[in-house]
């Protein structure tokens, strides 16, 4: 035990005896692995408020507003933050009890769908790391992102009703509790001050998750509203039944809160979530002006004491919001309190596709927020006028811009125009940000648009992802890497070096080992822990195209079938992932995995040859297990559409090559990693420009590709589905007729690169130096990194 703790620990010893006499037990030997969970998370959560609060920069403070926090356990993460972690593992070596399995106790806490809600949880893990004050604002949802299971090779769901009352690391907060009001009507009082009679009200609660920096006792609370009131509503009563058809109509207000949207990339234009959005800006906007306000600043020094950054554009609502009050209550002239938005909101662009931008039907917006539809009338109609000044009288400019346009609320026009900086997430989406999404409002705002390349924490996707390799870096790396992710490159220097190699390498067969156990336990499949451990984990969606893997995976099969006697590297390709509930043909494409999986997997032939593992219920804690285990990260989207992807960074920095195509943030990693040891495949932007120009016909790809095509005619003619040629049909029919993602014309591409892949495995040195090198220069995608260019390029700008 460390001399520092050695009173921290004795305090802990203490509790521990207490919760021993509180549950009637003899002796600490007695509590269960739960018990003994609870126990050290509610100690451990009094015992980092009895340490001195560490120093933060509050020049400004940063309020981070996401409906998505998906921050995954919290547990082994703060006993590492807070340097407790060993000293709690030797504590509990007396009883015969492990740390990793109590650990295991503690259930994801999944209140986010992927990658954006993942992006949150790393940003305030590196913005308490690097003292930035700053507050996250969310929602306390009853029910995480749903439970997956299959049946029959389908994505079944059920609800994840995850514990939040029995959640040791939160507190209530009843000071903090506000009131939020909806519908009723609107009456002039003077100039732009309304008066606003609601006919709803419903209480916020809030509930503190600490967020705790990396040993710097830093605590900055994650914040998350819970809806309570007894009351019922009626969702009729704003809109006469016309926008429920989805929807139950009576609803308890306790509903609000209920349920995470499972959706991803992909808005939904329910009531009940516009009453989520709205509940969430309320609730967090009312929080930061009291905060501000009882600091003793007045309104007009708002903007240079606080930023609202949105976490894309579901947390909007802020800005008509802040507007609001600052009019209604405080008096402000709309000049006053235009300004005052305008230099305090900044708005962060996660994604291009269509389907994913948020538009609202303006009369349920009207009906629901009265207040808030005139103010945004009113933001469309001066921006009208500056649009006019600038381009003209041009109504193809206008419909392009317009906040208000054909009875829809459009919420990122309304961000670009309202906020002091927008920003995508990778390299190459900021930049089609401007030169697709928002070319002319690049020209009326030039200094708006910047790129911040996303990041991911190290602390949790290093040093508790794979503890055998952070030791490892631990041994070589002059410096605290956890704090400096750009200290890896001097991994660089002892690449060469025999004793790192083989330690490097052990450590990912041991990792692979404990994946394969993973996937015996889970899926009762011996895998070959010597196979290639090729890794796709993230949500299902066709831009992603799992479907392209998967057709790769059947024409090795048949290819393997027909020549079982040539050389292949074996492979042993791991899918995880989710589906959004209500999109088939992303479960269509699960359906076809498992399939083809269990046709794989029960052929002798092809035992430790080809094997296909999808794991169920792909989550925070099982992407630690998949992570350090994985030999190559398939990145496949099509260029253009995945805005920057994180897993990518993840999985390169713990060791695996990339296999993808020049999107996203592989673009970047490409960069800093080399050429030679990522594998690129595909179509580009441009050249995808060329080919659409051209006019893509996928069946033409199926005609004359008969390695394609017999892929293709196997899930087609119901091999994978006993005989029944429909059941696929939806993501054929896709494929055949549009193929939208351009799977096809890429799949020869992919092809070979996967060969190249099998190829260069069989040199392990080179690989393994390829592998290396990919832990040496990631550096560069440390959340910190992302952190500081937000505060250099946004935050703190001068
Ligand atoms: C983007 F628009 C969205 C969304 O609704 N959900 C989501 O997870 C992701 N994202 C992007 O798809 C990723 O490319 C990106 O890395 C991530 O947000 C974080 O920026």
């Not at 930035?132 to 949802?141: E, I, P, R």
């Not at 040993?215 to 039944?241: H, M, Y």
């Not at 209920?258 to 959005?277: A, C, F, I, T």
């Not at 994180?646 to 713990?654: D, F, I, R, S, V």
Request: net charge neutral.
């Amino acid at each position: 035990m460390s001399i520092s703790h050695t009173n921290e620990m004795a305090l802990f010893d203490n509790n521990v005896q207490k919760y021993c006499r509180f549950f009637e037990l003899a002796s600490p030997q007695q509590f269960t692995l739960e018990q003994w969970y609870q126990v050290i998370a509610r100690t451990v959560l009094e015992m980092a408020y009895h340490k001195p609060q560490g120093k933060v920069d509050e020049q400004r403070h940063i309020n981070y507003l996401s409906m998505e926090f998906l921050i995954g356990r919290l547990t082994g993460n703060n006993l590492m933050n807070l340097g407790y972690y060993e000293d709690i593992k030797a504590y509990l070596a007396q009883y015969q009890v492990e740390l990793v399995d109590v650990l295991e106790q503690e259930r994801d806490p999944a209140l986010g769908n992927g990658g954006l809600g993942r992006l949150a949880a790393c940003f305030l893990d590196s913005m308490a790391t690097l003292g930035q004050a700053a507050t996250g604002y969310g929602l306390h949802y009853q029910y995480g992102l749903f439970k997956q299971a299959f049946q029959d090779g389908k994505q079944v769901e059920s609800g994840d009703e995850w514990g939040r009352n029995q959640y040791p690391w939160h507190r209530y907060n009843p000071s903090k509790t506000q009131q939020v009001h909806f519908g009723g009507k609107v009456v002039a009082i003077e100039g732009d001050r309304y008066e606003w009679q609601p006919k709803l009200t419903i209480e916020g609660k809030a509930f503190d998750l600490p967020i705790v920096g990396y040993q710097n006792d830093v605590i900055q609370p994650l914040r998350l509203w819970q809806a309570d009131s007894p009351q019922s509503f009626d969702l009729n009563q704003f809109n006469e039944g016309k926008f429920v058809a989805a929807e139950k109509t009576l609803i308890k207000s306790t509903a609000l809160t209920q349920v995470l949207y499972p959706n991803d990339n992909h808005r939904v234009g329910q009531q009940l979530r516009l009453m989520q959005q709205y509940f969430h800006c309320a609730c967090s906007v009312a929080d930061i002006l009291s905060r501000h306000l009882a600091q003793g600043f007045s309104l007009e020094e708002f903007p240079k004491r606080q930023v609202i950054q949105l976490n894309d554009t579901h947390p909007t609502l802020a800005i008509p919001e802040l507007m609001r009050i600052l009019l209604d209550e405080h008096q402000l002239t709309w000049q006053q309190a235009w300004s005052i938005c305008q230099q305090s909101f900044a708005y962060t662009n996660h994604t291009l596709l269509p389907e994913a931008l948020e538009q609202w039907d303006q009369r349920l917006f009207k009906q629901l927020l009265p207040r808030h539809f005139k103010i945004v009338e009113k933001i469309n109609h001066l921006f009208h006028q500056q649009v006019k000044a600038q381009f003209g009288d041009d109504a193809k400019v206008w419909e392009k811009l317009a906040i208000l346009f054909d009875y829809r609320v459009r919420m990122a026009n309304l961000c670009v125009v309202s906020c002091f900086a927008v920003n995508g997430v990778a390299q190459i989406h900021s930049d089609l940000l401007v030169s697709q999404l928002f070319p002319e409002y690049h020209q009326l705002f030039p200094t708006k648009f910047c790129n911040v390349t996303n990041g991911i924490t190290p602390r949790r996707w290093i040093q508790q992802a794979n503890p055998a390799l952070s030791q490892l870096l631990d041994q070589t790396v002059k410096g605290d890497w956890k704090k400096d992710l750009e200290l890896l490159h001097q991994v660089e220097n002892v690449v060469d070096d025999v004793n790192f190699r083989e330690a490097y390498w052990h450590i990912k067969q041991q990792n692979k080992a404990a994946l394969a156990r993973e996937i015996e336990q889970t899926l009762s499949l011996s895998v070959n822990p010597d196979a290639i451990f090729d890794v796709q984990i993230k949500r299902f969606h066709e831009y992603k195209r799992q479907h392209l893997n998967l057709l790769n995976i059947i024409a090795t099969y048949q290819w393997l079938k027909d020549n079982p006697n040539k050389d292949y590297t074996p492979r042993l390709f791991v899918f995880s992932g989710k589906a959004a509930p209500g999109y088939y043909l992303a479960k269509n494409i699960i359906h076809a995995i498992n399939n083809v999986a269990e046709i794989i997997n029960n052929d002798k032939q092809m035992k430790d040859k080809l094997q296909v593992a999808f794991l169920p219920d792909y989550r925070v804690s099982l992407a630690e297990k998949i992570i350090p285990a994985a030999d190559i990260s398939e990145q496949i989207s099509m260029a253009g559409k995945e805005a920057s992807g994180t897993g990518n960074m993840k999985l390169a920095l713990n060791g695996a090559l990339t296999l993808g195509t020049l999107d996203g943030a592989n673009v970047e990693i490409a960069e800093m990693v080399g050429q030679e040891h990522i594998f690129l495949f595909g179509h580009t932007v441009e050249s995808i420009q060329t080919l659409l120009a051209e006019g893509y016909s996928p069946k033409t790809y199926y005609r004359n590709d008969p390695v394609l095509k017999n892929a293709v005619d196997f899930l087609a003619k119901g091999k994978a589905s006993k005989g029944d040629k429909t059941t696929f049909n939806l993501m054929l029919d896709s494929l055949l007729e549009h193929d939208p993602f351009l799977v096809f014309a890429d799949f020869e591409s992919y092809r070979q690169a996967q060969e190249r892949i099998g190829q260069a495995y069989l040199d392990r040195d080179a690989w393994l130096r390829s592998a290396i090198l990919n832990t040496a220069r990631l550096g560069k995608f440390s959340s910190d990194r992302s952190i500081r260019d937000y505060q250099s390029r946004i935050w703190l700008k001068k």
